[in-house]
């Protein structure tokens, strides 16, 4: 039988829907084959600030302020250190949603496989957008400035990845170059150079980058080969270390474009506290009985904040997509 959609009210009809008919048991096995996700890595990666069912749209991130010793006097009172701390304001409004509407004669003739894809595909598209999100904020690091606490905008402080040190250029065809050795060596500096903690520091890549780094000597030196068992890097994009840091690729990680949208990538060298994720909502699904549509309605939804409490602790490395 023929199929007709009614675009008003966004429902297929018929007795072979389109788009799903193939989840009808033909020749078709009960295993439904998903197709290859891309790695999405950022949210292990960044600081988790619990939000979840509190009331209210902003988090204050405290932002303490390293004190300093003072040498004792005898006799005299101790030296007091001004409290200097600051907070960053992160507002929870971002809310995203993946909707399907069920016709009973696919819930009716359809393998369970069906639903098992929905919730599956609605996990994946929510947890895309929510790693968009988080590599975007890579656009404030600000580890190579002369005043790197102040967050930077659409990557004003990153540099190229040949040197680590020549600042991102997106006038014309944008001058990004591919990473080299004395380039990360140079980007691990401004994280020293700023006291950012050694722990939980990573280093995320694209496919692309990987390829490259992969034909340079010093890195099939190194643990560049992943892990086995739950650490095996096609699970979580990791796929090794250099100099003690964590490596992941990620297909996801942010495009920048020059002025004439020549496209590049934007690697991110970053610890753990630079990004702030406030999940006040996480991942959930919920189905409701659409009776004048003979159907249910399958919605998942999230509601988060992310941002950039400390632009020192992170640098943007732009390289060519390419």
């Not at 722990?199 to 890195?219: D, N």
Request: hydrophobic share 45%; proline share 5%.
């Amino acid at each position: 039988m023929a199929t007709t959609f009614d675009a008003a009210n966004a429902v297929i009809k018929g007795t072979s829907p389109t788009g799903v008919d193939f989840f009808i048991p033909e020749l078709w096995s009960d295993e439904v084959l998903a197709e290859h996700k891309a790695n999405t890595v950022m949210q292990a990666l960044v600081k988790m600030m619990p939000f979840s069912g509190k009331k209210g749209d902003t988090v204050r991130v405290p932002i303490p302020v390293r004190g300093s010793a003072s040498a004792k006097v005898a006799a005299n009172a101790v030296t007091l250190i001004t409290a200097s701390d600051t907070n960053f304001v992160l507002s929870v409004d971002e809310q995203f949603e993946y909707s399907r509407l069920i016709e009973d004669i696919v819930s009716v003739q359809a393998l369970d496989s069906l639903r098992q894809f929905y919730t599956d595909d609605a996990g994946y598209a929510l947890a895309i957008q929510q790693d968009s999100a988080l590599h975007a904020e890579g656009a404030k690091f600000a580890a190579p400035s002369a005043t790197p606490r102040t967050a930077g905008t659409d990557y004003s402080e990153a540099v190229i990845g040949s040197d680590g040190a020549t600042a991102w250029d997106p006038a014309t065809t944008g001058n990004g170059t591919a990473l080299s050795d004395a380039g990360i060596r140079r980007a691990i500096q401004y994280l020293d150079d700023n006291n950012v903690q050694n722990r939980m520091r990573a280093l995320v890549i694209p496919p692309v980058e990987k390829r490259k780094l992969l034909g340079i000597a010093r890195f099939t030196e190194q643990a560049f080969t992943g892990e086995t068992g739950s650490g095996n890097s096609i699970r979580n994009g990791l796929v090794g270390d250099v100099y003690g840091i964590p490596v992941y690729v990620s297909s996801n990680v942010a495009t920048v474009e020059s002025a004439d949208e020549t496209a590049y990538r934007a690697c991110l060298l970053f610890q753990k506290d630079a990004i702030v994720l406030a999940e006040q909502v996480a991942p959930k699904t919920e189905t409701q009985r659409k009776l004048e549509f003979l159907a249910d309605l399958f919605v998942a939804h999230i509601l988060y904040g992310t941002g950039v409490p400390r632009p020192e602790n992170g640098v943007a490395i732009i390289v060519p997509a390419a």
